[in-house]
């Protein structure tokens, strides 16, 4: 069993580029939940840091770009947003990772404490140079 003050964290950096976005998600979210090593204990949150680059490539597979929607409600009467997966694609990719990844999370405030582990930018460039991120590749 892990206790909190053992954990050790790495960071990672992974290229979204070509990647299906649910393949993406499920491999991103069981490293922020930490069921990669060999500590992972279900109660402690062990999971290591992510920076995703290049969201804006990320891949939709089949008909997802028009048929897939993402829906915000303001809890006003007629406040229900939609957007399909290309505008959030072109406009907000960074959101649609963190909503793909935080679906596959535990619900509540470890799986917070969790997705606060997750850096995404639409480009190549990310702020956190000074952690020294090692480049993990998932494949395609």
């Avoid at 404490?113 to 997750?118: D, T, W």
């Avoid at 480009?123 to 020294?132: G, I, L, N, P, R």
Wanted: proline share 6%; aromatic share 8%; hydrophobic share 35%.
């Amino acid at each position: 069993m892990a206790k909190p003050a053992e954990v050790k964290r790495n960071w990672y950096v992974v290229d979204a580029t070509d990647i299906p976005l649910g393949r993406l998600a499920s491999k991103v979210a069981v490293i922020l939940m930490g069921k990669d090593k060999p500590t992972y204990t279900p109660n402690v949150d062990c999971g290591d840091y992510i920076i995703v680059i290049n969201a804006s490539k990320v891949k939709l597979t089949g008909d997802a770009e028009h048929k897939k929607n993402y829906y915000n409600v303001s809890q006003y009467n007629g406040g229900l947003r939609t957007r399909s997966s290309g505008v959030m694609k072109r406009e907000y990719p960074e959101e649609m990772i963190q909503r793909a990844v935080w679906g596959m999370l535990p619900k509540g405030p470890l799986g917070s404490k969790m997705l606060k582990k997750l850096f995404v930018y639409a480009d190549e460039k990310h702020e956190q140079e000074a952690q020294k991120p090692v480049a993990l590749s998932l494949g395609k």
